[in-house]
């Protein structure tokens, strides 16, 4: 999760920064200042107001105080990258006879992220002018806050400019900062437990002690049965008692959960409705709602159990989606995961564009978990390679058909209208074998003589004159010359 979600860490940063004796300003994702405190304004003789909404950009050469070439004195390096906490100095050319530089200090960890910007001067005991700024301090707080979201930092499958993704994103963001039930549906292996843990750990990221962040508890459904479920309430019963610790429970695969157990499951949710309840589901159809439950079976859907369950769980509700529906953010994944895993210590690790097509091309049936199995196979393929190709990639990715190429599912076919037509073409072409013997001519298709003709009569191939008794199945004797 961006840091941008963490309050108290943009309390302490602002604090920091308002009372900096430094120049200090703070660029938006796409440039523009969003921030400058007195110290810039006065470096500028510029009132502070009149620097906000500059878009900053590198063109021309900063001569004068209007606002074109303070946009160009303020503006980034071209081509970095804002995905990592770390600084950059960079030579800032505000004075021919003063020497300065600016530490760049990403705020989030994306390539959409707010950038810090502190501008100090050159000297030969600190290179990177600091001595007395409080730089030190604000990497600081960015380290705590990340080590409070760690969770959240692994979240790099929720990466990419889709509509659906920004909206998982919007709904996270919300979960972490209530403590309301939370009901998270999507396809298997979309990352539904990562999701839940990172949302459990931002609900509690102001605590200071680990010691009173609440227990998350999970129970995973397809392995449970009467007697172990209701143990394992008896024992949540028992902690709550012992403890003033508000718990958490995820239930893991509710539609995994027998019928039995699911009785049990709705009477403990209801008789416990201080704990915070995360609910899971692997299934084809996100659709989350009371009337939409069906993608976990008809018998389930019409449950009075499932429908309490749902109505004290279901508070907000985040539906993952596949990740063949939003393959415009696959080349965004590939980066991301490559990040979060820190390349094994490997540095400038780039991927090839047949690399990346294939990976479009693949249907991924086991999802997120499924690509990131992927890529630690080809990041361990590639050895010693500057880029990962399409020979570092499972034999199954490199020989299957695509998704695009699949062919639809069975549509919609008259079974009866086909087999009738099959024993049409078979009972014409035993008639033809023996056409004056209709016994003969249904031994051949090993039925009753009955059957065959019931069949003439309803297709219209026996003549009315024509006796259903009729002994036509009478030996033929034929004359021996």
């Known amino acids: 999760m961006d840091d941008s979600n963490r309050s108290v860490a943009k309390r302490q940063i602002a604090r920091l920064l308002g009372g900096a004796s430094n120049p200090i300003y703070v660029l938006s994702e796409d440039n523009?200042?969003?921030f400058a405190n007195e110290a810039l304004g006065k470096l500028l003789d510029r009132p502070v107001d009149s620097l906000l909404g500059i878009q900053c950009t590198s063109d021309g050469m900063?001569?004068?105080k209007s606002e074109s070439e303070i946009a160009s004195l303020l503006s980034p390096p071209g081509g970095w990258s804002r995905r990592s906490i770390k600084t950059i100095p960079f030579e800032l050319r505000q004075d021919p006879n003063t020497a300065s530089v600016r530490c760049l200090v990403p705020l989030e960890d994306s390539e959409n992220s707010p950038l810090l910007c502190l501008i100090g001067a050159r000297s030969t005991s600190d290179p990177f002018g600091f001595c007395d700024?409080?730089?030190g301090e604000v990497q600081n707080v960015l380290r705590?806050?990340?080590?409070?979201?760690?969770h959240g930092n692994a979240l790099w499958f929720l990466q990419g400019k889709s509509v659906r993704v920004k909206r998982v994103l919007e709904q996270v963001q919300l979960a972490s900062q209530t403590s309301c039930n939370v009901w998270i549906a999507g396809p298997t292996g979309a990352g539904q437990r990562s999701l839940v843990e990172a949302i459990h750990a931002s609900s509690h990221s102001d605590l200071q002690s680990p010691d009173n962040v609440p227990s998350l508890i999970r129970i995973?459904?397809?392995l449970m049965d009467r007697?172990?479920?209701v143990s394992m309430f008896e024992l949540i019963g028992d902690s709550q008692k012992t403890t003033n610790r508000t718990q958490a429970l995820l239930i893991e695969g509710l539609e995994s959960l027998p019928p039995d157990c699911l009785s049990i499951l709705a009477t403990f949710v209801q008789q416990q409705p201080q704990l915070r309840y995360f609910v899971t589901l692997a299934a084809d159809s996100t659709s989350t709602d009371s009337k939409s439950m069906d993608a976990t079976g008809p018998e389930i859907t019409r449950s009075k159990d499932w429908v309490a369950i749902f109505a004290i769980a279901g508070v907000l509700q985040i539906e993952l989606p596949k990740l063949t529906d939003r393959l415009d953010d696959l080349r965004i994944l590939v980066a991301s995961w490559l990040e979060s895993s820190e390349n094994q210590g490997r540095k400038n690790l780039e991927?090839?564009?047949a690399f990346c097509d294939l990976l479009c091309a693949y249907p991924w049936p086991d999802d997120i978990e499924e690509f990131s199995q992927t890529m630690q196979y080809a990041l361990k393929s590639s050895g010693d390679s500057v880029q990962l190709d399409v020979a570092h990639l499972p034999i199954n990715l490199r020989t299957?058909?695509?998704?695009a190429e699949q062919s639809n599912p069975i549509a919609s076919v008259d079974l009866d209208s086909i087999l009738e037509d099959v024993e049409r073409t078979m009972i014409l072409r035993a008639l033809e074998i023996s056409p004056a013997n209709k016994t003969a001519a249904a031994k051949l298709l090993n039925i009753s003589r009955a059957r065959l003709l019931r069949r003439l009569q309803q297709w219209g191939m026996l003549a009315e004159a024509e006796s259903l008794d009729r002994d036509d199945d009478l030996p033929v004797f034929h004359e021996v010359k």
């Open 227 to 229: 007697d172990i479920l």
């Open 144 to 150: 705590s806050t990340r080590a409070r979201y760690k």
């Open 62 to 64: 900063p001569d004068q």
């Open 220 to 222: 995973e459904c397809r």
């Open 400 to 403: 299957c058909v695509s998704h």
């Open 32 to 34: 523009t200042i969003i």
């Open 133 to 135: 700024d409080p730089l």
């Open 351 to 353: 991927t090839t564009s």
